[in-house]
Structure formats: C-alpha cells, structure tokens
C-alpha cells in the first residue's frame, strides 16, 4: 500500500525551529517530486515548497529564506526545515505528490499524507 506520513510537528515559540519529515512506504520517493502544503483554520490550502526528482525546489514567497526542503533517498524521506518561524506558520502541513518527475506539473494529486500541526505562540 502506497503511502506517506508526516511527522515532526508541534508547539514552537516565534523564531523557533521545526523539521517536518514525509516518510513514504509502498514506493520510491526519489522517482518523484514531492510537495509541502499546508493549511490554516479558515484558509485555503496553500503550497509551501516542491522538490523534483533531480533536486530542483522551488519555495513560496512566504517562506523564502527561512524554509529548506530536502530529500535523503536512503532513508525514503522528504525534509521540510522550517526556520525563523512566525505566528502565521501556524497550520496543518501536508505532504503530497503527483508521482511526475517535476514540481508545478499540473497532474492531480495522487497521494497525500494525513498531516502534521504545526503551532507557533509564545
């Protein structure tokens, strides 16, 4: 069964740090591009950051500079290192992919993980 997971998530207080993790099982993260959502109570879904099959990211405005997303193929695993974080951070952050080789690809998503909280308050 194809899935991903999330972890890493919690409680920080402004200018704090965080690392999210999007572990997959069933399937090859490496062979895909893989995407960082996230939502907050009342918003949309917004996309935080990509990264290709070859490496290639691509961030939003809201969180560049102070996100880092990064893949360890051994391990099967999608890092989202969020630093610098601010009140506005706060939401649910989703794992998710298309299972295309590239970011922004247009295809549907085809998996998505259940999500992990992310709260930032002091």
């Known amino acids: 069964q194809l899935q991903l997971v999330e972890s890493g998530g919690g409680l920080v207080q402004p200018g704090g740090s965080l690392r999210l993790s999007c572990a997959a099982s069933?399937?090859?993260?490496?062979?895909?591009?893989i995407d960082w959502f996230r939502q907050a109570p009342g918003k949309e879904r917004e996309g935080v950051s990509c990264i290709s099959s070859s490496g290639i990211t691509t961030y939003a405005d809201s969180v560049k500079g102070r996100f880092t997303i990064s893949r360890d193929n051994a391990k099967n695993t999608v890092f989202l290192q969020m630093n610098s974080l601010k009140p506005e951070d706060t939401a649910i952050y989703y794992c998710a992919t298309t299972t295309s080789i590239a970011c922004s690809s247009g295809g549907p998503y085809k998996y998505w993980g259940q999500g992990t909280q992310v709260t930032v308050s002091s």
């Open positions: 069933g399937f090859t993260l490496r062979y895909y591009a």
